[in-house]
T-cell receptor
Framework: AQKITQTQPGMFVQEKEAVTLDCTYD???????LFWYKQPSSGEMIFLIY??????QNATEGRYSLNFQKARKSANLVISASQLGDSAMYFC?????????????FGTGTRLTVIP | GAVVSQHPSRVICKSGTSVKIECRSL??????MFWYRQFPKKSLMLMAT?????????EQGVEKDKFLINHASLTLSTLTVTSAHPEDSSFYIC??????????????FGPGTRLTVL
């Protein structure tokens, strides 16, 4: 089974509007971390936001917020007031803290295009 | 945030040659470094995990003799693609993790290396 599922291969949003990028995950660990990364066309992976499984409040970082719904196993990224520079690929990722591998499991990504 | 550099950013080589890619954590000590491969318009695939001073752990299907990983210090890991072939052409990205523990142990990524094997 896929550990991270991103069902939106592509999304469009009008500049200055908000957009939600979906991410669901699958794990039997009680302790895990969820990450969102942005990958512009240049290729580098930019860390955006982190949510720990035991964090009671949704994580926020500037215009980014993570809508964490633990019971539904979803960790959607919300970008408010979209800017043209937000156009990029966005990857959701998870690290399981108990079963162990140290690595991040990545989703297939969502390509966001911001329309002027 | 923390900075991870990769060198070279782009390399073109002939089939059969070996290529070394360096990954450095510039402002923190990386107990663990990861090497990923990304095909066009695809997600990142973990190739191997390396801990400083020990042998790398390779993911299933990754040839350890072909993709040599060395993590000689807390700030440097290298990936050597030996006897490269055109099918090895890809975007290789390294990442580094500051803490070996759990929690907000964010992984920082390098800018990637685009390898083209002719």
């Amino acid at each position: 089974a896929q550990k991270i599922t991103q069902t939106q291969p592509g999304m469009f949003v009008q500049e200055k509007e908000a957009v939600t990028l979906d991410c669901t995950y699958d794990t039997s660990d009680q302790s895990y971390g969820l990450f969102w990364y942005k990958q512009p066309s240049s290729g580098e992976m930019i860390f955006l936001i982190y949510q720990g499984s035991y964090d009671e409040q949704n994580a926020t970082e500037g215009r980014y917020s993570l809508n964490f719904q633990k019971a539904r196993k979803s960790a959607n990224l919300v970008i408010s007031a979209s800017q043209l520079g937000d156009s990029a690929m966005y990857f959701c990722a998870m690290r399981e803290h108990q079963t162990g591998a140290n690595n991040l499991f990545f989703g297939t990504g969502t390509r966001l295009t911001v329309i002027p | 945030g923390a900075v991870v550099s990769q060198h070279p950013s782009r390399v073109i080589c002939k089939s059969g040659t070996s290529v070394k890619i360096e990954c450095r954590s510039l402002d923190f000590q990386a107990t663990t470094m990861f090497w990923y491969r990304q095909f066009p318009k695809k997600s990142l695939m973990l190739m191997a995990t390396s801990n400083e001073g020990s042998k790398a752990t390779y993911e299933q299907g990754v040839e350890k003799d072909k993709f040599l990983i060395n993590h000689a210090s807390l700030t440097l890991s290298t990936l050597t693609v030996t006897s490269a072939h055109p099918e090895d052409s890809s975007f290789y990205i390294c990442s580094a993790r500051e803490s070996a523990g759990v929690g907000t142990d964010t992984q920082y990524f390098g800018p990637g290396t685009r390898l083209t094997v002719l």
